[in-house]
């Protein structure tokens, strides 16, 4: 939010609008203070100087809003508020001449500019600070890369990064951005990611490792080789999301526009009423006249369908900061209320690097490591590349590797038939086994149909997964956690974190029908999220009222899938964001029911004749500019 | 078809909130919705038609907010 600086349409509306503003003080000053305007010409038309006096500066400040109200009229747009401002304005001028022209005491000019002047007040501050708003979301978009120097037959090419291809090589140097995701061929360095994920601690690279579009090269240059086109790269894909934001409409957004829709033109009707009904009966015209004019004032509702996109927009900024994406003010303001947390349990609540910890019998270790890595080598399945990393050595090739979705794996080859999953493969498969006691993934490994003994692997729970389902649980939340993990693993797991409940041994496709199955459960006004890693889980998220990615970096389909992305894989994204959702409510509901209560009191106390057109203005205005101060307080 | 359109000088939430209502009408449109703090309107429309639904878009926002434009 800091640094921004008016556009020059704004400094010149702000000069115009101080310039008047002095011009009307003076005025104003002598009107009151001295025996005014009236006193310098003698006789009846002494009013004629100070009409003249006032209209030029209601001129000066308001010849913009009659010319657009004009033009609007001619386009069939009447209830527009350029034009009402202008009839509650020439009104009170109209009222002023009849009142100077009857040799009453002479009022109304001075009201007249008032209210144009501080109309344009009112819509100077709005436009500064939707500014203002915009320029902190654009500051997220700071992460677009201007250029990328690519590699072409040994010379380095200066050019967009769109042209650059897949494979190609490029050099970044420190200081630059990162144009496009990549894997390092030469070179090590520091990347800032604070832009991607609100890390601010830099994160070492070196040869091999893989670097994502948008974070800033910090020590050394390096030579990437390209593995994404720019429209298919990380920073694309969320300049895409952030620029979309807003598409997605929160109830709050569209019940204010459907209000303001309602609102003006009623308004403006009880107004025709309040002039001409008590008007015909009491014979008092001009009284009449000039509280319904009172009433045009406060018909416009921009305060309120302002300072609520404003709101909204501000608070998903201030999410951004954090690296937490929120794809719409609808999710923010479901996520408010959402009240039932579904987690995968793996590379979610821990951090997905397992890791042997037993081989039964020990005896055996080689062996069975060896076949079991034989069987896994291809699989990119956590657990598998556990594995193979246990054996540390090159594993037997020539097996044709087969998926039992669910139970493990089956190898076949010259050397016989590898099994290696579940316990589900071994009874599935008739092989007579010892079943390992133990916490943790078991995964028995069989050769030609004898059991050669088992691997305990075991995942770490995430540290601050315990303290982020207390949270959670604190705030009357219900926590559940899905997994493919037997029901030992998975309740050692829960009871550990706390969870409410659990829902062990899933198969992939389960998990949809689980979430389903909780969907259906629950009950009106609760709202569902589903927090996964993005891997394999995409169907969930989307299925889901509010899906939240973790770890978006890097996995553009959980980007694409869920509805909020955790850009730090760090489960704390899921307080902050909850804080940041309901301050940005509260702030919503303050503004509503302020606003609304402000506009009914003056419209209230104007019918009665208790307030003027002073009052009027003041509230209308000081209503939009504390609303919109309001809505720029929500910056966590 | 959907498309992203940029709109220039937006300056009153109401407007856009008008335009939307008014565009949202339109024959052909199955869909719009329009940010008034991102300046931008994300329209669905018929694709076969859609240069044609497009001119009614800028005809219409033109006569409910003229000085907002809508870069195609």
Redesign the interface.
Known sequence: MDGYKMSRKQRRQLIRIVVCLAAFAVLFAVDRVTDGWAAMIPGRYGWLLAFGLYLAVYLAIGYDVLW?AV??IA???VFD?NFLMCIATLGAFALAIYRGATGLEIEGFDEACAVLLFYQVGEWFQ?YA?GK??KS?SALMNIRPDSADVIRDGEVVTVDPSEVKVGEFILIDPGEKVPLDGTIAEGASSLDTKALTGESLPRDVAEGDAVVSGAVNLTSQLKVRVEKEFYDSTVAKILDLV???????SKAENFI?KF??YYTPAVVAVALLLAVIPGAVTGEWSTWVYRALSFLVVS???AL??SI??T??AGIGAASKHGILVKGSNYLERFDKANIFVFDKTGTLTKGNFAVTAVVPEGGREEILRLAASAEKDSTHPIARSIVAAYGKEPDGGYTLTDVAGEGIAATGEGGEILCGNAKLMRARGIAFEEVDAVGTVVYVAKDGVYKGALVIEDEVKSESAEVIGGLNALGCRTVMLTGDNARVADSVAAKLGLSDVKSSLLPGDKVGEVEKLLAAKGKGDELCFVGDGINDAPVLMRADIGIAMGGVGSDAAIEASDIVLMKDDLRGIPTAKRIARKTMAIVKQNIVFALAVKFLILILSAFGITNMWFAVFGDVGVAVLAILNAMRNRA | MKK?FKLQDL????CA??M??HVAKLDGVNSV?I??????M?IDADESRFDEIMDEVVKVCR??E?DCRIVR
């Open positions: 657009r033009r609007n386009h069939g747009q508020e436009g939707t708003s915009r979301i620029e979309n934001a807003a598409e997605q409409k526009t303001a829709r416009c509702p921009c369908v302002i996109p404003l909204f927009f | 992203v300056d009153c939430a109401n909130a008008k939307e209502r919705s940010s008034f703090m991102t300046q931008r994300a006569k409910v003229p």
